[in-house]
């Protein structure tokens, strides 16, 4: 196998991460996906009720050695079982997913760019932006969707904890990022630049 290389994707609660891992994966099938939210700490007491009880939007609620770990793990060829984390029930399961390394990695998460010694690993870094108000609509659909959460729990957990998160956790890690995708992924310059890197990625 050539060399890995690793893309940290990161942003704000729905600003559109997902959106741009789709479009790298159109011109690049030889991925590997890691997802940040599969690292959470189990928080079984959380429910709809006191769902601020324990803060999701803080580093401390992710198992970050055990990510930096998996991440170094496949940048140097080996295989992981990547955990998978319920969010209906706040805890991580007893499944595991084998991920055989790819010539690309790509981490995507609220918090990868917080931690210094996984920025060390990353060969680009990207942060998605996308106003807040668009944010908050996307998170709100999402949490009642998929999540089971009522729209209550949603706007209680967002003004308490999700938003400060946001401001003190997440907005300064964009000084760290190498590009900055404006408008959620729609910005056409930047995802012009972003697949032209992807391409030589694939193509060596």
């Keep these: 196998m050539s060399e890995v290389k690793l893309i940290g994707i990161t942003g704000g609660s729905g600003c559109g991460k997902s959106t741009i891992v789709r479009k790298i994966s159109e011109v690049c099938s030889d991925l590997v996906v890691i997802a940040q939210d599969n690292y959470y700490k189990s928080a079984v007491f959380i429910n709809n009720s006191n769902i601020t009880a324990y803060n999701f939007d803080h580093p401390d609620a992710f198992d970050i050695e055990l990510l930096h770990q998996h991440l170094s793990d496949l940048k140097n060829g080996k295989a992981i079982e990547m955990p998978q984390y319920d969010f209906v029930h706040h805890c991580r399961t007893s499944q595991t997913i084998h991920v055989e390394p790819a010539s690309l990695i790509i981490v995507e998460g609220l918090m990868v760019l917080h931690d210094p010694e996984i920025r060390k690993l990353l060969d680009l ?20 969707n998929e999540r089971g959460r009522t729209v209550e729990s949603v706007i209680k957990q967002y003004l308490e904890v999700v938003r400060p998160g946001h401001m003190a ?24 630049v972003l697949i032209s890197f992807v391409k030589e990625i694939c193509n060596s």
């Design 125 to 144: 870094k990207i942060y998605v932006d996308a106003p807040d108000d668009v944010r908050f609509i996307r998170r709100l659909q999402r949490d009642i």
């Design 169 to 192: 956790f997440i907005e300064p890690t964009k000084d760290y990022a190498d590009l900055i995708v404006p408008e959620g992924g729609h910005n056409e310059s930047a995802l012009n």
